[in-house]
């Protein structure tokens, strides 16, 4: 298998240039990676995907999805989970749709544990719908609904996705393909909540670009992913602002192992595993 496989005949309408495209390269060879190692089946991986930018990965790509309402992505990812436990869900979403109409859905995931990869693509504004800003949009970020620029703090993702509850909590850079590529592999390979907050400026809206390269720097080896406290310090280091040299880590925050979702729940069925014979001559007689 390789990446060409997983494309579609859809023409990409991103702007040219956008570090979308990147992402989208890094998702196919990640895919491509869990295949060729017997970890994964393409027929057994379905993307829920919101509404914007991000979304268009449901048109570029030959895999299982569904289209979603505006911030409502995790919700439905979680019911195709729980109809089909065996299945590998992927959520894709933006800053917009994630933190701010779905922010109560992406706490509770976490709080849940929730059997779900989602991938978020932040670029800090809606872009799609020229340049309002977005839960995590800087202090002072000036734009078509704050022309006075924002006032309040930006959210950060990271912690409020490890106060939560979240078990895989990461960060990547779109422009980083390879490390984004390997989050990317680990986060299937998690079983319970794996959220990775991709840093995805804006070319148009907000190209942070050079601050970006001049101040990433990646966790090594030596960061202990299994210590939350040093987690969350990580993840305070930078407060999503660009008015002073904050250094921003990317890598694999934190991780660890606990009950998923519904491991609890005594009345499931594995419905979906029955054979129904369905007596197709007396269902259709009255049609």
Not at 15 to 36: H, Q, R, T
Not at 100 to 124: M, P, S, W, Y
Not at 179 to 186: D, E, T, V
Request: glycine share 8%; proline share 5%; with cysteine.
């Amino acid at each position: 298998m390789n990446a060409k496989d997983l494309g579609t005949k859809e023409k990409i309408t991103w702007c040219p240039g956008c570090p979308n495209f990147s992402m989208l390269e890094a998702f196919k060879e990640a895919i491509v990676e869990l295949v060729d190692k017997n970890k994964i089946e393409t027929k057994n991986i379905v993307m829920a995907t919101g509404i914007g930018c991000h979304g268009k990965f449901f048109d570029y790509l030959n895999l299982n999805g569904f289209y979603c309402l505006h911030g409502r992505l995790l919700p439905t990812a979680l019911g195709i989970k729980l109809s089909n436990p065996t299945l590998t869900v992927f959520g894709v979403g933006g800053d917009g749709d994630t933190y701010a109409e779905g922010v109560d859905h992406f706490i509770h995931a976490c709080r849940n544990n929730a059997d779900l990869k989602l991938i978020v693509h932040n670029n800090q504004v809606f872009a799609l719908t020229v340049g309002q800003a977005t839960p995590t949009s800087e202090k002072g970020f000036v734009g078509t609904t704050n022309p006075l620029g924002v006032k309040e703090k930006p959210l950060n993702p990271l912690a409020l996705a490890l106060v939560s509850g979240a078990s895989f909590v990461a960060r990547g850079f779109a422009l980083e393909k390879e490390h984004l590529k390997g989050l990317i592999c680990q986060a299937a390979e998690h079983k319970g909540f794996a959220f990775i907050d991709v840093l995805q400026p804006c070319l148009v809206f907000h190209n942070v670009i050079p601050y970006l390269q001049k101040n990433i720097y990646k966790l090594d080896e030596n960061h202990n992913s299994a210590d939350f406290n040093l987690a969350l310090e990580k993840a305070k280091e930078w407060d999503l602002s660009f008015d002073k040299d904050s250094k921003i880590p990317i890598g694999l925050f934190y991780k660890t192992e606990k009950p998923v979702f519904d491991d609890g729940f005594p009345q499931k069925k594995v419905w979906y595993k029955k054979e129904r014979k369905i007596d197709w001559k007396n269902l259709t007689k009255n049609f």
